[in-house]
């Protein structure tokens, strides 16, 4: 695109082969790996480096003669254009209503009046980091207390079920309804029990290279022909999306799960379930113990209209035993969370767009495809 007075901005596209001669500055932005664009006098993007496509996830033909409100969801054409000036910790509100926190940094164009630079830097990395270090240690001492639990609970459970049916031949009528009550609580605590079993289980699990929409079809199907029985799932997929690493059958669960959740949250009343895949560059995480930062491309999000998780419990939604459901054991999520985990993946919980929704979004690595 032409600057008044001349010239051209090309530092997001690749130059000539001049490996005789100097560099060139564009040669330098279109290599840099921080995010920067060229914005005009009127707040349009004029030209961005490909670090800005992989950090937004959007094409350079989603970006170029876009304004910064409608890419970014802020109007720089507003902010003071003859002087630098820094916003940290902003969040950018992107067209497919995905939110960023980054800090933005804005820089003159020397004699270009009005134009300006700007360079973003994300905080994607660190939020994973954090947050999964300190749930890993929590879903540690939970299965071990769940396993013990178990353990200690369920045969004197099947003992007592055994006593109150003997019982339940030999009482009056009256007397049968207490019996009759005995066995539902004990049926209904054995089942708090299996569930807990479920989330004790640390066996390995077996992971192969995975077709994530075929499962994404299969947990749709089966959530319409149950709880989500009339109720619409939209699917707003990635078709150029590579082979996700993972197991299927754990999948289908975490989904179904994550699907039964967006239902209950919707209760009778309108809304959507919508489904989501994207890939996601640069995006990686750290797990406990191990030293080197594992990459976590694979997106699918599960998001619904509903109210959302109360605020004070929006960090604590993959703690066993939190829920704000009155009828919850509050294991759901937490077992969501260990699935995702066991197969090296990652998973948030967010309140995202505009309106607000619920998002649960999980990362999962890509595949290794051979040859």
């Known amino acids: 695109m032409a600057l008044p007075g001349g010239g051209l901005i090309r530092f997001g596209r690749r130059p000539a082969d001049r490996s005789a001669g100097p560099l060139s500055a564009g040669e330098l932005l279109a290599a840099m790996a921080t995010p920067v664009l060229a914005i005009d006098p009127e707040g349009r993007i004029v030209d961005i480096n490909a670090a800005t496509e992989q950090f937004l996830n959007l094409s350079r033909n989603q970006i170029i003669g876009r304004t910064t409100e409608e890419v970014i969801g802020h109007p720089l054409n507003t902010m003071?254009?003859?002087?630098?000036?820094?916003?940290?910790?902003?969040?950018?509100?992107?067209p497919d209503d995905r939110e960023l926190k980054v800090d933005l940094m804005v820089s003159p164009l020397p004699d270009r009046l009005g134009w300006r630079v700007v360079s973003l830097h994300g905080h994607a990395?660190?939020?994973?980091?954090?947050?999964?270090?300190?749930?890993e240690g929590g879903t540690r001492t939970a299965v071990a207390a769940a396993a013990m639990l178990a353990h200690e609970i369920k045969n004197p459970l099947s003992a007592v079920r055994g006593?109150?049916?003997?019982?339940?031949?030999?009482?009056?009528?009256?007397?049968?309804?207490?019996?009759?009550?005995?066995?539902?609580?004990?049926?209904?605590?054995?089942?708090?029990?299996d569930r807990m079993q479920g989330f004790t289980d640390t066996r390995h699990i077996e992971m192969g290279p995975q077709n994530i929409h075929a499962i994404l079809a299969h947990a749709r199907e089966v959530s319409l022909q149950g709880f989500a029985k009339g109720r619409e799932i939209r699917e707003l997929y990635d078709p150029s999306l590579p082979p996700m690493l993972g197991h299927r059958d754990s999948m289908i669960q975490i989904l179904i799960n994550l699907m039964k959740n967006s239902a209950e949250a919707l209760g009778h009343g309108p809304g959507t379930i919508t489904l989501t895949?994207?890939?996601r560059h640069g995006v990686s995480m750290r797990r406990l113990g191990e030293e080197e930062a594992r990459a976590l491309p694979i997106e699918i999000c599960v998001i619904d209209d509903g109210p959302g998780a109360p605020p004070e419990m929006g960090t604590h939604l993959f703690d066993p035993f939190v829920t704000s459901k009155r009828t919850g054991s509050g294991l759901g999520l937490a077992l969501v969370e260990k699935l995702v985990s066991d197969q090296g993946g990652f998973i948030e919980y967010a309140r995202e767009g505009r309106p607000q929704r619920t998002v649960f979004r999980i990362l999962m690595p890509r595949a290794k495809v051979k040859a």
Not at 80 to 94: C, I, K, M, T, V
Not at 165 to 190: F, N
Request: proline share 5%.
């Open 125 to 135: 990395r660190g939020p994973f980091l954090s947050r999964t270090s300190e749930r």
């Open 163 to 193: 006593a109150a049916q003997l019982l339940e031949t030999s009482v009056d009528e009256a007397s049968a309804g207490l019996t009759s009550l005995i066995r539902e609580e004990v049926d209904r605590v054995a089942a708090l029990i």
């Open 80 to 94: 003071p254009s003859d002087a630098p000036f820094a916003a940290y910790d902003l969040a950018l509100q992107l």
């Open 277 to 279: 895949t994207a890939y």
